[in-house]
């Protein structure tokens, strides 16, 4: 049940392009007080076809790409590998919004992904040179130490970076906008990436 009042969407006034629309909603929700507004699913497919699914953190977006952050050696970012193709999808509850996002995907470069890395604190860095994410853990000891390692060499070295740390940027061929509204009434708008640019097109709900 969407609850009331909800934020009012008229694609007629939306701009030529998918990216300012989503730094005005992405704003919309921060100063709603969504709960954690950057939080975004990702699906990948293995190289079987199979697909798979887990939130990621926005790291960054711009008019070339949606940024997300995760362990080179992680089961994502080996299906990125085998099929560099992704989706990406927002929901926003208290505002009634879901935003999805569909397309190529291609791994920053090394320089880049470690600029990202220095840029988090040192909990997050730690973590990340502990690697091994998605391997099954025999014992919570073995953690608790390596990260206390890990935690101990970021704190000596703020300037060290790792290659397990892989910046991936989606640059969508499509997004769309979904705004709820009652009776379901919702409202929906999708742009597609077309070679003049974008093209805007208005979904039955
Ligand atoms: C709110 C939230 C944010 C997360 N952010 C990230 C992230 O930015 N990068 C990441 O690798 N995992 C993140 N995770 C953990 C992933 O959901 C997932 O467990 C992990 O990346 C392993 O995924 P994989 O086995 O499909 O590679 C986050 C989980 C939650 C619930």
Known sequence: MLREPLPSFDPSAAPGEPFPL????????????????HAMALATVDREGRPDLRIVALRDATADGWAFATDADSPKSRQLTDCPQAALGFHWREQGRQIRLRGPVV??????AAEDFRSRLPGSRAATLVGRQSEPLADRAELAGAYAEALARVTADPDLTTPVHALFLLRPATVEFWQGAPG????????????????????WP
């Open 22 to 37: 989503f730094l005005k909603w992405l704003a919309g929700a921060v100063r709603c007080g969504v709960s954690e507004p």
């Open 107 to 112: 791994r920053a470069d090394e320089a880049t």
């Open 184 to 203: 379901r009434g919702h409202v929906r708008l999708r742009y597609t990436a077309a070679a003049t640019g974008w093209t805007r097109d208005q979904l």
